[in-house]
Structure formats: C-alpha cells, structure tokens
C-alpha cells in the first residue's frame, strides 16, 4: 500500500468521527497504526465484512491464507515494507497539525 491510500483512509475516518459523531473538539489517532490494526483484524474475517474491510483498505488479503504463496505475496511485500517504514517513523521528528487554539502546555518552547 502508498502512503496515499493511507493517508486518504486516515482522512476518510477522521471526516468520518466528526460527521458522525458531531465532534466540535480535537482528536488525535494514527492513521497508521490505526490501518494496520483494522488490516490485521481482517485477516481473522470472512464473508461480507471481510469484503467490505478489504475493500476500505485497499488490499487483497487472500494470499496470505495460502502457505505457498505466504511469504512470496505481493500483499505481504507491502506489508512487510509498511511495517519497516513505521519502524523509522517513531524516530522520525512529528508535526502536529491542528485546527483552532492549542493550549501553551502543547507548544514547543
């Protein structure tokens, strides 16, 4: 998966909590992490949910129920390589975008 399709999932959910939700305060989630636990709670599905949650995510996950095809998958490639882009983002430097006032105790000083 591109950090396109999850950056436009991470939008999706949070357009998604304010609608819904009639949010007027701040949320903060990871888009990422949040991906990857919906990911792995997929690969325990079946039917229509199973479908639905692919289809949200973006990925095919059926190959990763096969042990030939397992490790050799397009799927788990890509979710190989998530996973050791995310390692580096947790030493990488974060920016915090936010809309409306931020308390002084968040600022950087």
Do not use: C
């Not at 357009?15 to 991906?35: A, E, I, K, M």
């Not at 890509?78 to 390692?87: A, E, G, I, L, V």
């Amino acid at each position: 998966m591109s950090s396109e399709v999850v950056n436009t999932f991470t939008f999706k959910v949070l357009t998604r909590l304010y609608t819904l939700q009639n949010y007027t305060d701040n949320v903060g989630f990871s888009g990422s992490v949040l991906y990857v636990v919906m990911a792995a709670i997929n690969i325990g599905l079946r039917g229509r949910s199973y479908n639905q949650l692919s289809t949200l995510l973006h990925e095919d996950f059926e190959k990763l129920y096969e042990k030939k095809t397992l490790k050799k998958s397009e799927t788990a490639r890509k979710w190989t390589s998530f996973s050791d882009k995310s390692k580096h983002l947790l030493n990488a430097r974060q920016y915090f975008y936010y809309h409306g006032e931020l308390y002084p105790h968040y600022e950087k000083y």
